[in-house]
């Protein structure tokens, strides 16, 4: 089983952030317009059950009920769920797998997902996982049944992702902040990946924010505050960025639109300005001696704690 072509789009949307701060009516109208925007983007969108506790795939359903029935079904068809524990228990069985997909289909309004993902299974063991009745066995369930076009595996740390991999089920590999200008540690899985026909989805490539933002700007990387090392290490390559007359953002950006063995590179859209000035970043030229001069920096003093990710 493959992803379908349309989902190897080289850049992809993330929905992470959609419908997280939809309290208030200010805070709704601007999640819809965000909404909007994504499904009318025509690119592929990555969502998942557990974002913004399903307000992310809410407001895509939403969406797409607004639009032509035929615009409705193209949109749908780009976009990209995942299963998630349940987020009382934690429980990630068979039984909540089904449950999970079931939750996605309802609250997009779509009886079919085209790639859907195990998402951060760091509440069940490997081997829970892989048991006989376990997650995994129910989504191949669920591929076999026409309900999800295909399937992967999503998450952060490195080796979790890459066991997952090895089994030979999956479709898909998603691994986040691990192929940015600061942590390159998921190289190896990717190129094996890539190798054995399966996508590869490189998600968050400005780190979740530090790597787009900047060094002066206070802003985490993979979801962590980023030590004063790591921010002297990124404010050498904003310089290096201004000396060759690009930004950093674009810099992060094509660091990974440029990789081989990177499919689809999933950046996160939170606002309808993000998605309209992407291409911006995307195209902007990029000096080949930059990327020689960055190549020849010692390596970024990152620290991301894998065993502590699955922890979380
Ligand atoms: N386990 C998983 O499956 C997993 C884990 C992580 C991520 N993902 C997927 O990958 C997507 C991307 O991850 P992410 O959003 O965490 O990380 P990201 O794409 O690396 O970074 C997004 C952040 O960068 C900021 N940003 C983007 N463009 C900018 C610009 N031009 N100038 C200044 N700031 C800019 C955004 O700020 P604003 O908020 O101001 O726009 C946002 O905070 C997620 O939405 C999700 O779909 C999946």
Redesign the pocket.
């Known amino acids: 089983m493959h992803v379908e072509h349309r989902h190897l789009a080289r850049l992809?949307?993330?929905?992470?952030?959609l419908g997280r701060r939809a309290e208030s009516p200010g805070d709704e109208a601007v999640a819809r317009a965000t909404a909007r925007a994504l499904v009318a983007s025509g690119r592929p969108i990555?969502?998942?059950n557990a974002?913004a506790s399903g307000r992310s795939e809410q407001l895509l359903g939403r969406a797409l009920r607004e639009l032509p029935a035929a615009e409705a079904a193209d949109a749908a068809a780009r976009i990209v769920t995942?299963v998630d524990a349940d987020p009382q228990t934690g429980r990630l069985d068979r039984e909540r797998v089904l449950r999970s997909a079931d939750e996605s289909l309802s609250r997009l309004g779509v009886d079919r997902i085209p790639l859907l993902?195990l998402?951060?299974p760091y509440s069940i063991t490997f081997d829970e996982a892989c048991a006989r009745g376990g997650a995994i066995d129910a989504l191949v369930e669920l591929r076999d049944s026409g309900v999800a076009g295909a399937i992967g595996i999503?998450?952060?740390p490195v080796p979790l992702v890459a066991r997952y991999a090895d089994i030979g089920v999956f479709d898909a590999v998603?691994v986040?902040?691990r192929w940015?200008l600061v942590d390159r540690s998921a190289r190896a899985l990717f190129e094996r990946a890539s190798l054995q026909g399966m996508t590869v989805f490189n998600?968050?490539?400005?780190?979740?924010?530090l790597?787009?933002?900047g060094a002066a700007s206070g802003?985490t990387y993979a979801?962590r505050p980023a030590t004063e090392e790591l921010r002297r290490w990124v404010a050498r390559v904003e310089a290096l960025s201004a000396r060759h007359g690009v930004?950093l953002?674009a810099v992060?950006l094509q660091f990974s639109l440029r990789a081989p063995f990177i499919h689809s590179t999933?950046?996160?859209?939170?606002?309808v300005r993000?998605i309209t000035?992407?291409d911006d970043?995307a195209d902007a030229v990029v000096p080949d001696e930059l990327w020689s001069e960055l190549a020849a920096m010692p390596s970024a003093p990152t620290w991301i704690d894998d065993d502590q990710e699955e922890r979380r």
Not at 203 to 209: D, L, Y
Request: hydrophobic share 40%; glycine share 16%.
């Open positions: 992809m949307l993330g929905a992470s952030g990555d969502t998942s974002y995942k993902h998402h951060d999503a998450a952060g998603l986040h902040n940015t998600a968050a490539p400005f780190g979740g924010g790597l787009a933002r802003s979801y930004t953002a992060a999933i950046v996160g859209a939170s606002s993000r000035t992407l970043l």
